[in-house]
């Protein structure tokens, strides 16, 4: 490349670095970084007369990572701490593996320039990924969600605002046996400015008793009988002046189980043994035959001829 190269480079990181996608300029980590890239780096693999240009077009890209339009399915301005943490993670590898290659002057200003124009896009998918499964994921209730604002870098929380009613679910336990009811549901943990769980009794008047106040979110009874059937209310508070959530449980008790006791193999009923007699458990016995060995064959061939022989001989004696 001639000696315009270099200075042509850099007016193109200048004009193309249009708004990026993200804010991870408020991570401190990505701060010290490009502090880092201007005081130890650069001055060893740019020429003086750029490194300050160059670094100010880097830092306004950086910087311009809030400046995604809004759009209600992609971004709104704001991100939770594990997609800012991921998207900063993301583009310091980057910029560790140009400062690794100790690429300098063109071919740093190119790597640097290739580098911010990944990061847009990477940051884009998370901040997509956010919008769509992680902003105000409650389907019900009043969530406090804590996100970053990436105009100011200034961490606030955000009331999503949905119906408080939860639904209603129907509880069956046999009577005896423990009822459990759980009002947790799967976003309460990530929410924040959330007090104590409320289980109310219901009675038919509408009137109701509390059952007990606290930070456990699950209702055990133990031992119920067909007096604790009936609609239990539960109520979880927040900092605000409405419930978060407020989730109704139709108990039933239903009759007790039937256990049927199958006596042991070796329990025997009086039928079974006479009174007065002993039973007494003999060890069961297998004797398998054993085939006789070919002396022992040929020895009792052997005597069965003599036996013979001395018939035959005495039957001649007598007829002479």
């Known amino acids: 490349m001639g000696p315009w190269g270099l200075p042509l480079l850099v007016a193109t990181l200048a004009g ?16 010290e970084a490009l502090n880092s890239l201007e005081a130890d780096y650069l001055p060893g693999h740019l020429e003086a007369n750029h490194q300050k240009k160059v670094m100010e077009k880097i830092k306004q890209a950086v910087e311009d990572f809030k400046d995604l339009p809004i759009d209600e399915d992609s971004y709104m301005g704001v ?36 580098m911010l124009h990944l990061a847009k896009n990477t940051f884009a998918s998370y901040a997509a990924q956010f919008q769509k499964e992680a902003f105000c994921p409650n389907k019900c209730g009043l969530m406090l969600q804590p996100l970053i604002w990436c105009s100011t870098c200034q961490k606030q929380v955000h009331a999503c605002r949905k119906s408080k ?23 309460h943990k990530i929410s924040q400015g ?28 133990t031992m119920v009988r067909p007096k604790d059937a009936g609609t239990y209310r539960c109520e979880l508070g927040s900092i605000q002046s409405s419930p978060a959530t407020i989730i109704y449980f139709h108990v039933t008790v239903l009759p007790k189980r039937i256990q049927e006791e199958i006596p042991s193999p070796n329990t025997e009923t009086q039928d079974e043994t006479a009174l007065g007699e002993v039973a007494v458990d003999l060890p069961h ?35 002479a």
């Open 165 to 187: 009613n939860c639904g209603e679910r129907e509880v069956k336990v046999h009577q005896m046996e423990d009822m459990i009811l759980d009002c947790e549901l799967n976003w």
């Open 285 to 319: 016995i297998t004797v398998e035959p054993q085939t006789p060995k070919p002396e022992q064959l040929l020895r009792r061939r052997l005597f069965r001829v003599l036996i013979w022989g001395l018939v035959v001989l005495t039957v001649c004696v007598l007829i």
């Open 194 to 221: 959330l007090t104590d769980y409320s289980f109310y009794r219901v009675w038919k008047n509408n009137s109701e008793t509390l059952v007990s106040r606290g930070k456990e979110p699950i209702l055990t009874k």
């Open 16 to 31: 193309c670095l249009f708004p990026a996608r993200g804010c991870v300029i408020c991570d401190p980590k990505v701060r």
């Open 79 to 114: 991100v939770d701490e594990a997609t800012l943490e991921k998207a900063s993670w993301s583009l310091l590898k980057d910029m560790k593996r140009i400062t690794d290659s100790d690429a300098k002057g063109e071919l740093f200003v190119k790597e640097m320039l290739w």
